[in-house]
């Protein structure tokens, strides 16, 4: 199931990004950590040091798996992703060296380093995966048409990708290295969690396609849609092409609900953003949350097609509902995949 966060800005993404990982860190001090590089994450690399300074958050304990590395770069190359790691996280915080990872893209053997990575990635468990998204959709390196199943993997970048990356090699496409390596899709959806941070109209078609496109290998990153806690945390651009519909819920026996009214009448709204056949939405929750009928009027705001319609289209997938009460939005999820998903939602503002 996706969460969207929708931010006002990269700082604000930045600031949630690092909420996220900083829970579970001082949850869980000896936690794994899943990290990407690229100019998404920075924000939220920066938060961290910055609470490692002045709260002293230790990452002592702490081990990193990184996605991915350019082939044909040294790694004292400072656009390696080992020296990104270094300059934009690791050297400015306690984490231990020998328990940073990165796939290495030295050697004659590539095949070889990426056997050995997915080794080492077997043996562990990635408590949270930090994610950048390219404009194609990828995840990692993981370019178009990679299969859902793929592990550490060689990859050729796609044109796009190193059209987009120039910007780190001095704005020259022919200085940016044509190979990777990455971990593959099935090693990022081993994570328990999932974040991905995106920003700019850049990468708005990609968020889109992600949240409210079908589950195919043509778009990689829509894979998340599949994962049981996947966040994807963007700025108002990213989320541009989201369309926004609107289906209200109202609970009227109060019986059971009470301890959040004043005076015995809760309201909740849950605005839709339904890609495609957005009119579904309200007949699709009767359907799934039958239990509710006595308790909960579903009404919809501009929806006037029949229930039978509704059933040709996948019921089992609302993409996207808030429920806001007392105007702020109070939670927000997207791409349930089955009806105890939608239950927990709804009753999480019981
Ligand atoms: C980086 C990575 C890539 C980037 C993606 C977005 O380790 O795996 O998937 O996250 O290319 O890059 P930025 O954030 O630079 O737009």
Redesign the pocket.
């Known amino acids: 199931m996706i969460k969207l966060i929708v931010c006002k800005n990269y700082d604000e993404v930045s600031d949630k990004a690092a909420e996220l990982v900083l829970d579970l860190v001082k949850a869980n001090p000896a936690c794994t950590l899943g990290l990407?590089?690229?100019?998404?994450?920075i924000g939220l690399y920066q938060r961290l040091i910055r609470d490692h300074q002045v709260n002293g958050t230790s990452y002592a304990q702490v081990s990193s798996y990184?996605?991915?590395e350019y082939v044909g770069l040294d790694i004292s190359h400072p656009e390696s992703?080992y020296s990104f790691m270094h300059r934009n996280l690791f050297d400015h915080i306690d984490i231990k060296e020998e328990n940073t990872h990165l796939p290495s893209s030295q050697g004659d053997n590539l095949q070889k380093n990426c056997d050995d990575y997915n080794a080492k990635l077997a043996k562990v468990s990635i408590d949270l995966q930090v994610?950048?998204?390219?404009s194609d959709g990828?995840?990692?390196?993981n370019e178009p048409n990679t299969p859902f199943d793929s592990v550490t993997h060689i990859v050729e970048l796609e044109q796009s990708?190193i059209n987009?990356n120039a910007r780190f090699f001095d704005n020259d496409v022919s200085k940016v290295p044509t190979k990777a390596i990455?971990m593959g899709i099935a090693n990022v959806m081993a994570a328990k969690k999932i974040v991905l941070v995106a920003t700019g109209t850049n990468k708005a078609q990609a968020i889109y396609q992600t949240i409210c496109g079908p589950v195919d290998e043509k778009m990689p990153a829509s894979i998340l849609q599949r994962h049981p806690e996947a966040y994807i945390i963007v700025d108002e651009a990213a989320a541009s092409l989201l369309p926004k519909e609107e289906v209200k819920v109202e609970i009227l026996n109060t019986a059971n609900f009470d301890k959040n009214t004043k005076d015995g009448t809760v309201l909740i709204d849950f605005f839709a953003t339904w890609c495609g056949p957005c009119k579904m939405i309200s007949p699709v929750l009767e359907q799934l949350a039958p239990e509710y009928a006595g308790k909960v009027k579903f009404f919809k705001v501009d929806c006037d097609e029949s229930q039978e319609l509704a059933m040709e289209y996948n019921v089992t997938s609302i993409p996207n509902l808030v429920i806001l009460k007392n105007g702020e939005v109070f939670n927000r999820a997207i791409g349930f995949q089955n009806r105890d998903m939608l239950i927990q939602f709804i009753e999480s503002a019981l």
């Open positions: 990407a590089t690229g100019s998404s994450p990184n996605l991915d992703y994610l950048g998204i390219g990828h995840i990692g390196f990708t987009d990455t």
